[in-house]
């Protein structure tokens, strides 16, 4: 290896040089892939939000608001059509799944009906909580056009309304914890969104 | 309490080795005596907790108010680099028959993917200090369990009449896999 | 050893993971499924032939007692490059092989593969020892991720032969140690026989 000897400035010399490179390097392509991932981000959360409550002409993500709800935070974005309110995209979490942390997207019409929900994150097991996910299972079909305030969020077993999945009755209590804060979330919210939907 | 739960939950539910995938070279490398499992642990604990806690600090304290977190992955391994540098010149002062009986696998210890890992995972997880001291220390103690369980298993398998294709590293991922198996069994116990 | 020879080694004479078991903690961890397996195989491709590439080229400049410390900024600036490119290019991608992304720079094939190989070889022999390690590691994940996803979820490639659920356990922990397992014995055998 060493046709240069392992003298202390050599090697200083060389371990500057090196970082010195690779960090400039590192800010170059920073810098390239900084919009991007920006995009990439805001592209997801867009998305979802059409997914749940297609039809909307504004830039829900634009408008979006964080609240505060339990440990974490529940994130709102209007949906407008033509400048008037026509609902909400919830972003909302739950920590009760059965491998932790569960986040959904759900769609309420201003009267609080659930448009759909769809499924952000989670680290379910496969064939059994995984099934919360729209295409892998009938079980978010339940909550379309339902709602909360006469649907009770809750599995059968607990004396609710829900269908839970067959051998996932965690992930169902959990995913219903979740639909539940964001219905709570709305409700809290909904007089201060009518009052600005102008 | 809430301590208590993440060294439960990093020893047995979510084992750095057996559920995550980390560490596994050397489970497979170091595991077919107990001794060497032990003394690996030792070094292995040592070196996490110490190398966590300082990316921790340097991680919230220096890189994010400079907003260059994206160096995360460069100032990681050579934090855990020249730790395990040190931890070999000050075995070899304090106990130079602890440092021949580790020989190579010392310095393997900056390659180990569970230490990187660990210090990784704990940002990623949202853990402030203490937690991250709790966190490193319990998947350091989780890696031992698999280490010293799987090396005694090993040892035994020794003995036995195992079919000439499956001798040896085939063999021994089989018996991993079934310890895997064991494992999934606490899933569920902590709602982390 | 001729170039074909030094690029063919990787594939299976001298495979990193079914026989050098190299690498092991991402083979174990994102092959769920053969595109992740293929994805994870070829970003440390680029990495370990990018890494080889550097360090045959200082290889002289380098005095030897900071070679290490020097090596692993090189590699892992390129891991660092790999990372911010698949966050704002392939973000499924990004998230499927999450945490085994920036453990590029501790698998020990390509730490072991520039202290070995590319700090003592010309310039072209190391980046061709680079390609063959690196794609044979791509196609022994590609493998156990097409078998797991196979068996596991009964598709290939994400298409899927059988509705509903595989045998479960092939894409869970377990099953990935027992896939492996007994691929290694096959590899071993195919390797006898060839050899």
Avoid at chain 1, 21 to 26: D, F, H, R, V
Avoid at chain 1, 145 to 151: D, H, Q, Y
Wanted: aromatic content about 10%.
């Amino acid at each position: 290896m060493a046709k240069t000897e392992s003298t202390f400035k050599n090697m200083l010399l060389t371990l500057f040089l090196v970082t010195f490179i690779a960090s400039g390097t590192l800010g170059f392509v920073y810098e390239f892939t900084k919009e991007p991932i920006r995009m990439v981000e805001i592209n997801k959360k867009n998305e979802a939000i059409k997914d749940v409550f297609p039809g909307f002409t504004n830039e829900p993500y634009q408008e979006s608001f964080k609240v505060a709800a339990g440990k974490d935070s529940l994130t709102f974005y209007p949906a407008k059509a033509d400048g008037k309110l026509i609902g909400v995209a919830v972003e909302t979490y739950t920590n009760k799944g059965f491998s932790g942390l569960i986040t959904l997207m759900v769609g309420f019409k201003m009267d609080g009906t659930i448009t759909s929900i769809k499924v952000l994150s989670h680290q379910e097991t496969p064939g059994l909580g995984q099934k919360i996910e729209r295409d892998k299972s009938n079980f978010e079909t339940q909550f379309e056009g339902k709602n909360p305030a006469t649907f009770k969020l809750m599995v059968k077993k607990d004396q609710g309304n829900v269908d839970a999945i067959t051998a996932s009755t965690i992930s169902s209590r959990a995913y219903c914890d979740a639909v539940q804060r964001a219905y709570d979330g709305f409700e809290a919210e909904k007089e201060k969104l009518e009052n600005e939907k102008n | 309490m809430e301590y208590i739960l993440i060294l439960i939950s990093t020893v047995f539910v979510s084992n750095i080795v057996l559920t995550q995938f980390l560490g596994i070279c050397p489970f497979i490398g170091v595991s077919n005596k107990v001794q060497t499992a032990l003394g690996m642990t030792g070094a292995v604990t040592f070196v996490m907790v110490i190398a966590t806690t300082v990316t921790y600090l340097l991680y919230t304290y220096l890189l994010v108010p400079l907003g260059i977190e994206f160096a995360r992955t460069i100032t990681f391994i050579l934090v855990i680099a020249a730790l395990v540098q040190l931890v070999e010149i000050i075995l070899k002062k304090v106990s130079p028959s602890l440092y021949q009986a580790l020989g190579i696998f010392l310095p393997l210890i900056t390659t180990n993917c569970a230490v990187l890992g660990v210090a990784v995972l704990t940002i990623q997880k949202d853990n402030n200090l203490i937690e991250s001291v709790f966190f490193s220390a319990g998947n350091a103690l989780g890696f031992g369990l698999a280490l010293i369980l799987f090396s005694a298993i090993r040892e035994q398998l020794e003995l036995l009449n195992i079919p000439k294709a499956m001798k040896g590293v085939p063999i021994a991922f089989v018996t991993a896999g079934l310890l895997a198996l064991a494992f999934m069994g606490f899933a569920g116990i902590v709602k982390m | 050893m001729n170039q074909w020879q030094n690029f063919s080694k990787g594939f299976l004479k001298e495979n990193a993971v079914f026989v050098l078991f190299l690498g092991l903690c991402p083979t174990l961890g994102v092959t769920t499924s053969a595109v992740n397996g293929l994805g994870m195989g070829l970003a440390t491709t680029f990495v370990l032939t990018m890494s080889n590439l550097v360090v045959s080229m200082v290889k002289n400049v380098v005095p030897d007692k900071v070679r290490i410390p020097a090596f692993i900024v090189i590699i892992a600036t390129f891991v660092t490059v790999v990372e911010l490119v698949m966050k704002g290019f392939l973000p499924d991608l990004y998230k499927a092989l999450g945490l085994f992304i920036p453990l590029i720079v501790v698998n020990c094939i390509v730490l072991g593969r520039a202290e070995a190989f590319a700090s003592k070889n010309t310039f072209l022999s190391s980046v061709i020892d680079g390609l063959g390690m690196g794609l044979g590691f791509a196609l022994a994940l590609t493998i156990l991720g097409g078998v797991r996803e196979l068996f596991g979820n009964g598709s290939l490639f994400g298409y899927k032969f059988i509705s509903g659920d595989g045998m479960l356990l092939f894409i869970l922990p377990p099953g990935a140690f027992l896939a492996l397992g007994y691929l290694i014995m096959l590899m071993h055998k195919l390797k006898k026989r060839i050899y």
